[in-house]
């Protein structure tokens, strides 16, 4: 069974800090690393991850995926107010459709 | 962008009821899914289906059902509502193939069974 795990599950911080969310996985055939962004709504996707050490990055937000050690990190320098949100990671096999299994997700707070 | 639309942003049943949800997509995407989300628990997949008439259980396919008649509609089935079935559900589709981003959601049902 495919297996999602999220650290810490909730984090607060102040504007201007960095801070970094911890993403570990098992799965079968492993095809990718997503994490998605949730405010109040629905999920907003955010990296797509699939090889070992290739940094993603958008803007303050950047993550990397280890393949070897079946981890991956998002990092989020300077935050705002408006990076409040859960963060989820997800991981999707290559045998599923295109489905993916969750974590629990990381609740980011920021204060000003 | 890719739409994807749930036809009731909140909804209240009574037990025993049977309830549709439905989701609509606007972007040919052939993957489409039911998640139920809950505090504590995550997303949990419900059922997909990776084109039309063709459908997977997920891992908690248990009092629902699904329907696929045609490629931009996927409705969710709560064949006889149950207070354990009160939640978030969120409907996402995704192209066919496994490198061209993430899923895309709609902005979630949620669902009160009294």
């Known amino acids: 069974e495919d297996k999602v795990v999220q650290s810490p599950l909730s984090l607060v911080v102040h504007e201007g800090d960095t801070v970094t969310l911890n993403c570990s996985y098992e799965?079968?055939?492993?095809?990718?690393l997503l994490w998605y962004k949730q405010e109040k709504k629905a999920p907003t996707f955010l990296f797509m991850l699939?090889?070992?050490?290739i940094e993603k990055k958008s803007g303050r937000l950047s993550s990397i995926l280890d393949k070897k050690e079946l981890f991956s990190i998002l990092n989020i320098t300077a935050t705002q107010t408006g990076d409040s949100a859960v963060y989820l990671c997800?991981?999707?096999?290559?045998?599923?459709?295109?489905?993916?299994?969750f974590g629990d997700g990381t609740t980011l707070t920021v204060k000003p | 962008d890719v739409k994807v639309t749930q036809s009731s942003r909140y909804l209240v049943k009574r037990t025993g009821e049977k309830v549709f949800l439905e989701c609509v997509q606007d972007?040919?995407?052939?993957?489409m899914f039911w998640y139920r989300q809950d505090p504590g628990l995550g997303l949990r997949l419900i059922y997909f289906?990776?084109?039309?008439?063709?459908?997977e259980k997920g891992d908690i396919p248990e009092g629902y059902s699904v329907s696929r008649e045609k490629k931009e509609r996927f409705s969710l089935i709560l064949e006889s509502a149950s207070t354990n079935q009160t939640s978030m559900y969120l409907c996402?589709?995704?192209?066919?193939?496994?490198?061209?981003?993430?899923?895309?959601f709609g902005s979630g049902t949620r669902l009160t069974v009294v």
């Open positions: 996402a589709s995704k192209v066919f193939g496994g490198l061209n981003g993430g899923y895309t």
């Open positions: 799965v079968t055939n492993f095809r990718s």
């Open positions: 699939t090889s070992s050490g």
């Open positions: 997800a991981v999707e096999a290559r045998t599923n459709a295109g489905k993916s299994t």
């Open positions: 972007m040919d995407h052939e993957n």
């Open positions: 289906s990776y084109d039309v008439k063709m459908k």
